[in-house]
């Protein structure tokens, strides 16, 4: 495999001195294009439809949220990391408020813990029904968008209800929740699991045997383990690539350790092997949250936070596992209301930096599906 | 006045030869007014169908506001590019990108001249029929390069490349196919096939069957062939490379815009119907009905006689079926009468259809165009369901799978064709 440390950077500058340089064309990919999923910018350098490297061009969306942090109190700050992965803003919440959580040294009860997982299981599903319907939309399969926007709106449904807001959530507060959960949560959530498991064998229906799919996505976009660790690069995409590394297993977090889950691995690190982890994945979630929503206990949402956080002097790094990947919160305090320093771990930025390395010797068609399989959303990678 | 009505009446009994044929300049060009406005309003039809057809299997519902359940949408559309602004870029080479929209669309209707809609009604009859079509609707090529090169950037430029190379590759299979059916031809008495399009489908009428289940399964084999090679013919999906939305953002046509795009659309979609009527000609008997030798007789000619209208009476079925479940409130009211309106005039024309000298000459034509629309039917199920494949795999399937497919097929139809002949060849061998 290719050793990441050796590729060399684009030189875009000086012409290549090949007798192939007359057909060399470097062509901009973005930032608007219907397939970067949003506002990336990919400079392709191609011989005929042969990629032969490309760079990345971000902060199209950059909004300074790291900045913004520190002329923020802790408590003021936690809506906007709903902002950065907007499609699983629980998730980010999550993180966040378990960071702060174990900077002041206090606990959720049990109860919110429940609730917690319920909420942020639901969103990875609702993450990757929305990377499977615009995955298949960049690789040509139309339909199968619809169907999981179809499916996702019942998720984002019980966010509604839950909280009031169905995509950036705040759906957690330092501490627990704001919220108790409303009359009929479990009933719904109990409908949910059962009215999405034939839908997900729907998807499967269309695109797992599917040849074309298989044509497009096996052997696309290959990385190999040491590869995909050398790079940082976590969630599924470095579990396709046959390293079993979830979070929720390794360094558990929030009550992941009563429950009864698999983590799903691929072999070759393919294109395809990254999509049945995923929808294997989507599975497990499920399984997560039928185990949650039978166990949720009695008791208080909220432990005990003074009404003005003060953390000590002190910094802490806690890592949850997002629906992209490792998910970081780095908070430095300074005594003050209001953090120092907060450096986030997007997984969607650290995961970009492998699209050099899996497009090289691709097609124009196979950066389009690597883009796709990578899952990245650009609110995070520019944050 | 009434010797014109005469005449146009005493053309119509004679109706055994096709205008062009009868060397009459005035009939081939009323024909040609009708077959292009036939044409045009299948393609707005077809617009309509495919959002229609494609929201339904998307679970959505697809264009309803403009006119009863979006009836009228193709037409706004369609006034909406007609009034855009016409941009011409400044970079590009203005006079080829001026020529090459029309280059498309003089191609994709010109293949029309020889299709036949019935015994009698094309507009002319050549010898060479299937070559003119398939030679001159891979004129269009030339067009789509011309776009993507005088747009002067890149997208453009790689989907003409993508276009170019595809087209060309899928009509070697595809030529291959269609001369499996050449060879069928040819197994009469005279042992004399033809080219001629209207030639074929009585040699079909004669033989008994259509070409697609002669020798079976050769004549499906070479069907097949010839229905994956159309779509990619067409830039359809799953082969809609030149114009990827999600790579090339709209390939070659990515500088186009208003009336000039709209004549690439309009282009796409008749080159659709085109390589359609082809395939129903060579292999789906044309404008034969259903078991026109088995199920002969008058009366069988009466029953099928019956089908164009009460199609139609079912369409108007349906609009007055949805115009009883339209919502009552006073804001649907002028949508509700337009819908109502439709099926009145739906329902008129399939009245018009059971009146007997109507009903003795439209049985072709709607035979022909039940088959066609069946194949556009495909068209929208295939992008419904398939994803997109990849340049290389695009050509290994068109020189790896069906060259290969189409050489052996043309072989074993030879083969299977002569095979008395061979036969006698052998034992005269044997003998010696």
Not at chain 1, 120 to 141: C, F, P, V
Not at chain 1, 364 to 379: E, H, K
Not at chain 2, 204 to 219: C, D, E, R, V
């Amino acid at each position: 495999m290719t050793d990441p440390n050796t590729l060399s950077p684009l030189d875009l500058d000086t012409p290549d001195k090949t007798f192939l340089d007359a057909n060399e064309l470097v062509i901009n990919m973005g930032p608007q294009h219907p397939a970067t999923h949003g506002v990336l910018r990919v400079i392709l350098r191609l011989d005929g439809e042969k990629v032969m490297g490309l760079e990345c061009v971000i902060g199209y969306l950059h909004r300074g949220v790291e900045k913004i942090a520190e002329n923020r109190t802790y408590t003021m700050f936690n809506p906007y990391v709903d902002r950065m992965d907007y499609v699983a803003a629980v998730s980010n919440g999550l993180g966040y408020c378990e960071a702060v959580e174990k900077l002041l040294n206090v606990e959720a009860p049990a109860r919110a813990q429940y609730i917690r997982v319920i909420l942020t299981e639901l969103n990875r599903i609702a993450s990757h029904q929305l990377w499977l319907g615009t995955h298949a939309l960049d690789i040509g399969a139309i339909t199968p968008l619809f169907y999981t926007f179809r499916d996702r709106e019942e998720i984002l449904k019980i966010f509604e209800k839950y909280c009031g807001a169905r995509l950036t959530t705040h759906a957690f507060r330092i501490g627990g929740l704001q919220y108790e959960s409303y009359d009929g949560f479990e009933k719904d959530v109990r409908n949910f699991v059962n009215f999405v498991k034939p839908k997900i064998d729907e998807y499967e229906e269309l695109l797992t045997t599917n040849r074309i799919w298989l044509e497009r996505t096996k052997g696309v976009g290959v990385i190999s383990g040491p590869d995909a660790i050398a790079l940082g690069v976590t969630g599924p995409v470095l579990r396709a690539s046959g390293v079993k590394w979830d979070i929720r297993k390794a360094l558990p977090y929030a009550n992941y350790k009563n429950f009864d889950f698999e983590i799903p691995t691929g072999q070759s690190g393919d294109t395809y092997d990254r999509y049945l982890v995923r929808m294997v994945e989507m599975r497990q979630s499920l399984r997560i949250v039928e185990q949650a929503v039978e166990g949720i206990p009695e008791g208080p949402i909220m432990a005990k936070v003074p009404k003005v956080i003060k953390p000590a002097v002190g910094e802490i790094y806690h890592s949850i596992e997002a629906p992209k990947g490792e998910l970081g919160y780095f908070i430095v305090s300074d005594g003050s209301t209001q953090p120092y320093r907060i450096r986030v771990r997007p997984p969607s930025f650290v995961n970009l930096q492998a699209l050099d390395v899996m497009c090289r010797g691709q097609l124009v068609a196979d950066v389009i599906a690597v883009i796709g399989t990578l899952d990245i959303v650009l609110g995070e990678v520019d944050r | 006045m009434h010797e014109f009505i005469d005449y146009i009446q005493s053309y119509l009994k004679t109706k055994d030869l096709t205008p062009g044929g009868d060397g009459n300049i005035f009939w081939a060009t009323v024909y040609i007014l009708l077959v292009f406005v036939g044409l045009s309003v299948a393609v707005i039809a077809m617009n309509w169908l495919e959002r229609k057809i494609l929201a339904h299997m998307q679970v959505r519902l697809g264009p309803m506001r403009v006119g009863p359940h979006g009836l009228l949408q193709p037409i706004a559309d369609a006034i909406k590019l007609l009034l855009k602004e016409d941009i011409i870029p400044s970079e590009a080479d203005a006079a080829i990108f001026w020529v090459a929209p029309f280059m498309v669309v003089l191609s994709a209707f010109t293949v029309f001249v020889v299709v036949p809609f019935g015994p009698a009604h094309a507009i002319t009859d050549m010898n060479i029929g299937i070559l003119f079509m398939l030679g001159v609707s891979s004129l269009s090529v030339l067009g789509i390069v011309m776009a993507g090169w005088a747009s002067n950037s890149h997208y453009p430029l790689i989907g003409a490349l993508r276009s170019s190379a595809q087209m060309v590759s899928y009509e070697v299979a595809m030529g291959l196919a269609v001369v499996s059916v050449i060879i069928m031809t040819s197994l009469n008495l005279d042992g004399v096939g033809s080219l001629s399009m209207i030639e074929i489908v009585k040699q079909q009428q004669a033989q008994g069957m259509w070409f697609i289940f002669k020798f079976f399964p050769l004549g499906l084999v070479g069907f097949v062939i010839f229905a994956i090679a159309m779509v990619a013919e067409t830039n359809r999906a799953p082969f809609d490379l030149p114009e990827a939305e999600s790579e090339l953002t709209a390939g070659f046509h990515t500088e186009y815009s208003g009336f000039r795009w709209s004549l690439f659309f309009l282009a796409e979609y008749s080159a659709m119907i085109a390589v359609s009527s082809i395939a129903v000609t060579l292999w789906l008997g044309g404008w034969l009905r259903p078991f026109p030798n088995w199920l002969n007789g008058t009366t069988w000619d009466l029953v099928f006689s019956f089908f164009p209208g009460l199609t139609f009476l079912f369409f108007a079925a349906i609009c007055f079926f949805n115009t009883v479940r339209m919502p009552k409130h006073p804001l649907f009211k002028i949508q509700t009468m337009g819908l109502a309106g439709f099926g009145v005039v739906l329902g008129l024309i399939g009245l018009a259809m059971f009146y007997g000298p109507v009903r003795e000459r439209v049985g072709d034509i709607y035979w022909f165009s039940a088959k066609v629309a069946a194949f556009m039917y495909l068209y929208i199920w295939y992008r419904g369901t398939f994803p997109r494949y990849r340049f290389d795999q695009l050509m290994k399937v068109g020189w790896k799978v069906l060259l290969p497919m189409g050489l052996a097929l043309l072989i074993l139809t030879a083969g299977v064709g002569m095979r008395t002949e061979l036969w006698a060849q052998v034992q005269e061998v044997l003998h010696k």
